[in-house]
Nanobody, 114 residues
Framework: VQLQAYGGGLVQAGGSLRLSCHAS????????LEWYRQAPGKQRESVAS???????DYADSVKGRFGISRDNVRRTVTLQMNSLNPEDTAVYYC?????????WGRGTQVTVSS
């Protein structure tokens, strides 16, 4: 299983970024897909998830600002992040759970300047 995340970068407060994560080695359409983030000195936290059926869930801190979607043909999960603020600065990871274990992408840095 391989997860490759990309799309991070530096953005000013109020701006937007789109993260994508491509997965291989799994039956992509059958799995829950998740985005997590980890800020310096903090624990990794769940940001958003999307089920195989397309149901979504979000952390309270990002509701109304972030949107998660999936493209089963392209085997990609996307996190659209709008109205970013400095508290969103973190390394963002995509995750899938399969075969009894968690698989993580390498992570992509998102930095929001004030």
């Amino acid at each position: 299983v391989q997860l490759q995340a990309y799309g991070g970068g530096l953005v000013q407060a109020g701006g937007s970024l789109r993260l994508s994560c491509h997965a291989s080695g799994i039956n992509f359409g059958l799995h829950l897909l998740e985005w997590y983030r980890q800020a310096p000195g903090k624990q990794r936290e769940s940001v958003a998830s999307i089920s195989s059926g397309g149901s979504t869930d979000y952390a309270d801190s990002v509701k109304g600002r972030f949107g998660i979607s999936r493209d089963n043909v392209r085997r990609t999960v996307t996190l659209q992040m709008n109205s970013l603020n400095p508290e969103d600065t973190a390394v963002y990871y995509c995750k899938v759970t399969t075969r009894g274990r968690d698989f993580w992408g390498r992570g992509t840095q998102v930095t929001v300047s004030s």
